[in-house]
């Protein structure tokens, strides 16, 4: 009767099931090393941010780009790392997308303009999401905005209220 435990007569021999791991980095060992790089240079402030930032940017360039072109460990050696820094091209709308589960993006590329938070705020209200999302693709080209997006982004600025007080530091006297 225990031999019989041991055995079964229902069908054939199952195969063994086995997982198979990825060959090299996992997609946690990438977003580890990018939270990491971005903390070195202070990044998007707290760690939970840089490792939300990190998991949008490896999701938007994607793990077999990131196998193919760099290590974790050199991404993680370089501080405050973005994906030009490592001749990599993100997916710009997803990385947007990701990047907005983290930090406001749309106030990040507007302090180009101001960085007043009623003027922010007035002109995050005054521009629309395809606008602001040129700028960022822009930014991440580290080309300036499109002519036409410029002007917009002025127009805009132009209806929202004026800064209390200098809108900059003024100019060293004698300069």
């Known amino acids: 009767m225990i031999l019989g435990a041991c055995g079964s ?11 198979t791991r990825p060959k090299g980095p996992t997609e946690l060992d990438y977003i580890t090393a990018t939270a990491v790089a971005l903390s070195k ?51 710009a709308a997803k990385l947007y997308r990701g990047l907005n589960d983290c930090v406001d993006v749309d106030r990040m590329v507007l302090t180009n303009y101001s960085t007043d938070q009623s003027v922010l705020d007035c002109l995050t209200a ?7 999302f040129s700028l960022f693709a822009s930014s991440l080209a580290e080309a300036p905005p ?24 003024p100019a060293p006297a004698g300069g």
């Open 41 to 91: 240079g202070g990044g998007f402030g707290d760690t939970e941010t840089n490792k939300c930032a990190a998991e949008a940017y490896v999701s938007a360039i994607g793990v077999d780009t990131l196998r193919d072109t760099v290590t974790p460990a050199e991404i993680a050696a370089k501080p405050n790392v973005l994906p030009k820094d490592l001749g990599l091209e993100p997916d």
């Open 126 to 132: 005054r521009t629309p999401e395809e606008l602001r």
């Open 9 to 19: 007569d229902e069908g054939p021999p199952r195969a063994a099931t086995t997982t």
């Open 146 to 169: 499109e002519p036409a997006d410029d002007t917009a982004v002025k127009a805009a600025l132009a209806k929202c209220p004026p800064v209390s007080g200098p809108a900059r530091a």
